[in-house]
């Protein structure tokens, strides 16, 4: 477990390729899951890669990773800007927190703009399209090393 970071997504991301592509682009979640578990792999990691569109869901997986884990990478989609329950599972957390979003939400709508689960992240990323989620993966594993030397 303490080799595996949760790569968690919200609602609407397995339309990714399909959805806006504009906004977010033509890769897939699977190309977006496919670079995560490369990413880890270079660094002795494994990622269990999930997307559910039901906010309880994403409780439970933060509950299910929140001790013991490499950390957590969300994209927790529109529930970013409006759900205080993922807050509160993310404050039980004792790995490091990930946010990541594929588009850059701070040159887009302003309810956009606020987002609950930067109130507990360790670190942001916006706006780097899927390889955002590599960068993540990248920093935990520095973390990682870092903490262990
Ligand atoms: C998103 C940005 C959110 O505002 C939006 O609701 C999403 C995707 C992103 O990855 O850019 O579903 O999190």
Known sequence: MNDT???????????????????????TLADAEALCRETAAGFGLRVDFRQSNAEHVLIE????????????????????????????????????????????VHRREAFRHHSYVSLAATAVMAGFGTYGYALAIRHLAHIKSRDAA
Do not use: M, W
């Open 61 to 104: 997986s933060i509950h299910e990773f929140r001790t013991g884990s490499a950390g957590i990478v969300i994209n927790a989609g529109a529930y970013t800007h409006t759900s205080v329950a993922i807050l509160d599972a993310l404050n039980t957390c004792e790995v490091p927190v990930i946010e990541c979003h594929i588009s850059n």
């Open 5 to 27: 970071i949760l790569v968690l997504n919200g609602p609407n991301l397995n339309l990714l390729g399909k959805r806006q592509p504009e906004i977010y682009g033509h890769e």
